[in-house]
Antibody, heavy 121, light 110 residues
Framework: QVQLVESGGGLVTPGGSLRLSCAGS????????MSWIRQAPGKGLEWLSY????????YSADSVKGRFTFSRDNAKNSLYLQLNSLRAEDTAVYYC??????????????WGQGTLVTVSS | SYVLTQPPSVSLAPGQTARITCGGY??????VHWYQQKPGQAPVLVVY???DRPSGIPERFSGSNSGNTATLTISSVEAGDEADYYC?????????????FGGGTKLTVL
């Protein structure tokens, strides 16, 4: 069965960095677009990125451009999110998600359990 | 950038029909997906491509999309339907191409 497992979250001081990972299993990782979405405490869902199956194209939210970097390693069945220059407002649960089908934009049918990033001094 | 507007909350009694709207300019020309999220859990896709249901989602969940409004309809609501619901589209028309989520609607079953 399809599984997505995020890791790498934790407590970081403002201005610090963190690298999140998302390991996929139960499907051919290299066939699917993948995404990162976050949710601040008590808030709604915020989309961060959508990366093409071969990693050649990444769409990302303006709100994090220049600070967050998105990548994938299909050989390792993994998706990555590098968070730099972290701010208190980046405190959130970070989810990775997979499209329902291998085509473009079919809805996020699979989600990880999320990993919590807390930015605080 | 493209904006999706949802009512913050909808409340109704068990057995009634919930209609959760998602407003956006010419949203009828876009493909809309809907998610259900219960406290402490990851979201679950309940409607995709405007009106289709993933396997395992009850027939009570349905969707429509036309003009400037998409609607998620939940018939005969149950206590277990109490959750936050989010609509979602792909915005390929603006300079900032990407996914857009609505602000979410909290469904309360009285």
């Amino acid at each position: 069965q399809v599984q997505l497992v995020e890791s790498g979250g934790g407590l970081v001081t403002p201005g610090g960095s963190l690298r999140l990972s998302c390991a996929g299993s139960g499907f051919t990782f290299s066939d699917y677009y993948m995404s990162w979405i976050r949710q601040a405490p008590g808030k709604g869902l915020e989309w961060l990125s959508y990366i093409r199956s071969d990693g050649s194209t990444t769409y990302s939210a303006d709100s994090v451009k220049g600070r967050f970097t998105f990548s994938r390693d299909n050989a390792k069945n993994s998706l990555y999110l590098q968070l730099n220059s972290l701010r208190a407002e980046d405190t959130a649960v970070y989810y990775c998600a997979r499209d329902r089908t291998s085509g473009f934009w079919s809805g996020y049918a699979y989600w990880g359990q999320g990993t919590l990033v807390t930015v605080s001094s | 950038s493209y904006v999706l507007t949802q009512p913050p909350s909808v409340s109704l009694a068990p057995g009634q029909t919930a209609r959760i709207t998602c407003g956006g300019y010419s949203i009828g020309s876009k493909t809309v997906h809907w998610y259900q999220q219960k406290p402490g859990q990851a979201p679950v896709l309940v409607v995709y491509d405007d009106s289709d249901r993933p396997s395992g989602i009850p027939e009570r969940f349905s969707g429509s999309n036309s003009g400037n409004t998409a609607t998620l309809t939940i018939s005969s609501v149950e206590a277990g339907d109490e959750a936050d619901y989010y609509c979602q589209v792909w915005d390929g028309t603006s300079d900032q191409r990407g996914v857009v989520f609505g602000g979410g609607t909290k469904l309360t079953v009285l």
